[in-house]
């Protein structure tokens, strides 16, 4: 399992404060759609140049134009981009073509996606690397069960690995765990923890 | 009827070259998807400013995180900004608390949605402005009839006027404006024409 940091509200220097004290207690860095709206990818290549040894996930959320937004990400140095699971057949086959072309991984995101199960099966059938189950952040106070559908989604797939979002914390990070998700995204729990560090580690504990 | 020139691929030089071509042939500038990719909120804010004339709609295609996202598009000086159908209410309705609040409009993309009608319906009661069918750029191969599209949208808004993206070209123009669509939206067709300001007049004649 590897711990996806999802950073938005940030500035490049706050975001380069906190990856210098998390170390290496992260794994991949997310770039998030609300700093790609407002900054483009300016953050995707600076992050990608001052901590190469980290994956950098452009969260796109593609839905349209698959292969030329999918290259926007990757020539810009994301080593991930995302695809949105409600979007077309041919965007998610476009944005996996230029994926492999660009030696890159491609993750769909399966939110506000009503039928998870079988769309994580045809989704994985077009080649994608991870499908992510998210609890919007418009949907976290819901009671929208993530683990719920994380288990669809794996019952889903063949071959693609999956990814939990939306919300996660240390509280409810080991029922994820069990699960055995390939990737766990996790943003505030972090990034608004008194002791951000301490939190990645402990989290990457309870992943192991 | 408004005529929507979506501009991609573009400079920002380029833009100024070809809106000062265009005149006031057209009525709404949209800075596309893949140009807010690259760029950022920067384009939206510069031709606001050179621009005060034309509304400005930035296609952030939102997804999650509405009233945030939204603001993020009305904060650096859009009129108008976009979110997809596909998304969960929760999100509509929180782009359409932000646009009344920054004194903006909402346009609806349905792009992917399965039951046009229906969505438009339930779309069209959260109080958007714009409801916009969308030949996918990803299908425009594949023979989908915008028209009927339209048709159904219409039938499913009471409130929400309609808008139709997706290839439409000079010679699809004349029975898309027998049915009246509030915004008509055009890319290639002007900017990839050898006298984009021709075309674009023609257009307005078209939809008069």
């Given at each position: 399992m590897r711990l996806q940091l999802a950073l938005d509200l940030v500035t490049l220097d706050g975001a380069r404060r906190l990856l210098d004290t998390l170390g290496d207690a992260v794994d991949i860095v997310e770039v998030g759609t609300p700093w790609i709206m407002q900054e483009g990818m300016?953050?995707?290549?600076?992050?990608?140049?001052?901590?190469?040894?980290l994956q950098v996930l452009a969260d796109l959320k593609i839905m349209d134009a698959g292969e030329h937004e999918a290259r926007i990400g990757f020539d810009a140095g994301a080593d991930i981009v995302t695809v949105l699971g409600a979007a077309g057949d041919r965007t998610v086959g476009g944005v996996v073509a230029a994926a492999r072309r660009a030696k890159g991984e491609v993750m769909a995101d399966l939110i506000a996606v009503p039928d998870v199960r079988r769309r994580a099966a045809e989704i994985d059938a077009l080649g994608v690397d991870y499908v992510c189950v998210h609890t919007a952040f418009d949907e976290q106070q819901t009671g929208k069960d993530p683990l719920a559908e994380l288990r669809l989604a794996r019952e889903g797939c063949s071959r693609a690995r999956a990814a939990v979002a939306g919300g996660v914390k240390l509280a409810t990070l080991p029922a994820i765990a069990e699960l055995q998700p390939a990737i766990v995204v996790v943003g505030g729990a972090i990034t608004g923890a008194p002791d951000p560090a301490a939190v990645a580690r402990e989290m990457q504990r309870l992943m192991r």
């Amino acid at each position: 399992m590897r711990l996806q940091l999802a950073l938005d509200l940030v500035t490049l220097d706050g975001a380069r404060r906190l990856l210098d004290t998390l170390g290496d207690a992260v794994d991949i860095v997310e770039v998030g759609t609300p700093w790609i709206m407002q900054e483009g990818m300016r953050p995707v290549t600076a992050l990608k140049q001052a901590y190469p040894h980290l994956q950098v996930l452009a969260d796109l959320k593609i839905m349209d134009a698959g292969e030329h937004e999918a290259r926007i990400g990757f020539d810009a140095g994301a080593d991930i981009v995302t695809v949105l699971g409600a979007a077309g057949d041919r965007t998610v086959g476009g944005v996996v073509a230029a994926a492999r072309r660009a030696k890159g991984e491609v993750m769909a995101d399966l939110i506000a996606v009503p039928d998870v199960r079988r769309r994580a099966a045809e989704i994985d059938a077009l080649g994608v690397d991870y499908v992510c189950v998210h609890t919007a952040f418009d949907e976290q106070q819901t009671g929208k069960d993530p683990l719920a559908e994380l288990r669809l989604a794996r019952e889903g797939c063949s071959r693609a690995r999956a990814a939990v979002a939306g919300g996660v914390k240390l509280a409810t990070l080991p029922a994820i765990a069990e699960l055995q998700p390939a990737i766990v995204v996790v943003g505030g729990a972090i990034t608004g923890a008194p002791d951000p560090a301490a939190v990645a580690r402990e989290m990457q504990r309870l992943m192991r």
